[in-house]
Nanobody, 123 residues
Framework: QVQVVESGGGSVQAGGSLRLSCAASGSTYGSICMGWFRQAPGKEREWVAA????????YYADSVKNRFTISQDNAKNTVYLQMNSLKPEDTAMYYC????????????????WGQGTQVTVSS
């Protein structure tokens, strides 16, 4: 079992920045995929970015590429999502997820989920 807890959400004006954190605990030995998803009201949960903790490979959705950066601190078992140049359409609940098998882009590919942290971007 892997437990993940998100933090760092908040409200910001368009063009601003936020950094989300996801702390993992439990069976985090070896390599796992840590991913970020987001869900706006009335919309499907959308994959944002992921990192394979073993080799550090990172993956991004086109909608956030060159604006968001996912990184990891293995000593702290924590993954970060640095979000720059935020837009109102980035407003959503952001979820951290983990899985041992692979870094997919579908929610069904992740076994472990956090409770989410709200990000609100005003115009």
């Amino acid at each position: 079992q892997v437990q993940v807890v998100e933090s760092g959400g908040g409200s910001v004006q368009a063009g601003g920045s936020l950094r989300l954190s996801c702390a993992a605990s439990g069976s985090t030995y070896g390599s796992i995929c840590m991913g970020w998803f987001r869900q706006a009201p009335g919309k499907e949960r959308e994959w944002v970015a992921a990192v394979w903790t073993g080799g550090g490979s990172t993956y991004y959705a086109d909608s956030v590429k060159n604006r968001f950066t996912i990184s990891q601190d293995n000593a702290k078992n924590t993954v970060y999502l640095q979000m720059n140049s935020l837009k109102p359409e980035d407003t959503a609940m952001y979820y951290c997820a983990a899985d041992r098998r692979d870094c997919g882009s579908w929610p069904s590919e992740y076994d472990y989920w956090g409770q989410g942290t709200q990000v609100t971007v005003s115009s």
